[in-house]
């Protein structure tokens, strides 16, 4: 089974930074792409961003310059620094990896498939 856990999480005035951790675990063979997503009261969930293995980067437009996403691979595990918060970024934060089990690769499944985090709230609020 794979599990991953996101942390960091929690109450921030505008302007204020946080930084989140999402840790991979279980038995995992191969990550290709991680990412953040968030999802806002009565809102679609929606790409915050995301990084390749080699750390090619996106990111949605309304963070550029204020997020960014890094990743330790020998770790499984992607972080999100935000930082200047602003209120419309409150959200439950979601972490997503598209990876491969030591199972399905065993199985002669080769293909990455998304795997969720339970979600961390991020509240930017004075």
């Known amino acids: 089974q794979v599990q991953l856990v996101e942390s960091g999480g929690g109450l921030v005035q505008p302007g204020g930074s946080l930084r989140l951790s999402c840790a991979a675990s279980?038995?995992?063979?191969?990550?290709?792409?991680m990412g953040w997503y968030r999802q806002a009261p009565g809102k679609q969930r929606e790409l915050v961003a995301a990084?390749?293995?080699?750390?090619?980067?996106n990111y949605a437009d309304s963070v550029k310059g204020r997020f960014t996403i890094s990743r330790d691979n020998a770790k499984n595990t992607v972080y999100l620094q935000m930082n200047s918060l602003k209120p419309e970024d409150t959200a439950v934060y979601y972490c997503?990896?598209?990876?491969?089990?030591?199972?399905?690769?065993?199985?002669?499944?080769?293909?990455?498939?998304?795997?969720w985090g339970q979600g961390t709230q991020v509240t930017v609020s004075s």
């Open positions: 990084i390749t293995s080699g750390c090619r980067t």
């Open positions: 997503n990896a598209d990876l491969i089990s030591t199972d399905s690769y065993y199985s002669g499944s080769y293909y990455y498939t998304p795997s």
């Open positions: 279980g038995s995992i063979f191969s990550i290709n792409v």
